[in-house]
């Protein structure tokens, strides 16, 4: 169990803790892995944040395997997430949910907004968003292009839809979070309509996570600072489909030698259970820094 580092942890965010219980408020927490590979250093950082943050808020803490998106999620990679949490102590909440199995859900809050006007579709190619954006103001950090809004007005003549996208609003969406402090995009500059699914099925990241979040009543979402970038889009559908904005902590990622994100494209290497006492202390010590 990771227990020994949890009155550490208790004591570092005692005055955060205290507010929150006095507030008779009850926490949930969760760690969403993708299973796209096995958990390295950086998953085992997020999972144990999240692990922290909940148990010494006294609340529950979930665990979701994010598999929506079906051709990349790589065969036994699940089984081999749920085993190396366990065999590292991590204690969850209930069963586990997979994301495979919700399609359902999504397709009732892509509906919603649909039936409120906010989705149409878009026939444009990677290449052809490409061409209309300029330079490296077109693109967020993960690779994407900023959505020029080509198809908002309709599919051009004889196109078929590759994707659905959501409008979103020329307006700023701002959160503090615990860790990086206050954050703000505004989201048709700096992000533009986004993808909800792709005409080709899998549903994006994007609408899956938010209602994965608003069903299983998550109050706190703790994890890796890369995915600070999709948090005003996060909040953008949360408030679109009416559900409460959790609270955000988003912590440092762990990079390799060469500054890299550690992660399946650079390599990153599996946990090792047998040197789990220090993966544990080298994800705590990351965390202290
Ligand atoms: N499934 C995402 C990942 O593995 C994390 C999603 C989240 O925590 O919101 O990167």
Redesign the pocket.
């Known amino acids: 169990m990771p227990h020994a580092y949890l009155d550490a942890w208790a004591r570092r965010h005692a005055a955060r803790i205290a507010a929150w219980r006095a507030g008779g408020r009850a926490y949930v927490g969760r760690f969403?892995?993708?299973p796209t590979g096995p958990l390295h250093a950086g998953?085992l950082v997020?999972a144990l944040a999240s692990w922290l943050d909940a148990r010494a808020h006294g609340g529950r803490w979930l665990l979701r395997i994010?598999d929506v998106d079906g051709p990349r999620s790589v065969p036994g990679a699940a089984d081999a997430i749920i085993r190396t949490l366990r065999s590292f102590g991590f204690d969850w909440d209930g069963e586990v949910v997979f994301q495979s199995a919700r399609g359902a859900l999504y397709q009732a809050a892509f509906e919603r907004l649909r039936a409120a006007g906010q989705v149409y579709p878009c026939a444009c190619t990677r290449r052809e968003i490409a061409d209309s954006v300029e330079g490296s103001r077109g693109h967020l950090s993960g690779g994407d292009l900023v959505y020029p809004g080509t198809c908002r007005a309709g599919l051009p003549d004889g196109r078929a839809p590759r994707a659905w996208r959501v409008r979103v609003p020329d307006a700023e969406f701002a959160f503090i979070d615990a860790m990086a402090g206050r954050r703000a995009q505004n989201l048709a500059r700096e992000v533009g309509d986004f993808v909800l699914k792709r005409a080709d099925g899998p549903w994006a990241?994007q609408l899956a996570?938010v209602v994965d979040d608003a069903y299983q009543g998550v109050t706190h979402?703790v994890?890796?600072a890369?995915?600070l970038e999709?948090t005003a889009r996060q909040i953008y559908l949360l408030q679109a489909l009416g559900h409460a904005v959790p609270r955000y902590v988003h912590v440092p990622v762990v990079t390799n030698a060469q500054g890299e994100k550690l992660s399946k494209q650079t390599r990153a290497l599996a946990l090792d259970p047998q040197a789990r006492d220090a993966e544990l202390e080298a994800a705590w010590r990351h965390l202290c820094r």
């Open positions: 969403a892995p993708s998953s997020a994010e990241y996570v979402v994890r890796g890369d995915l999709s």
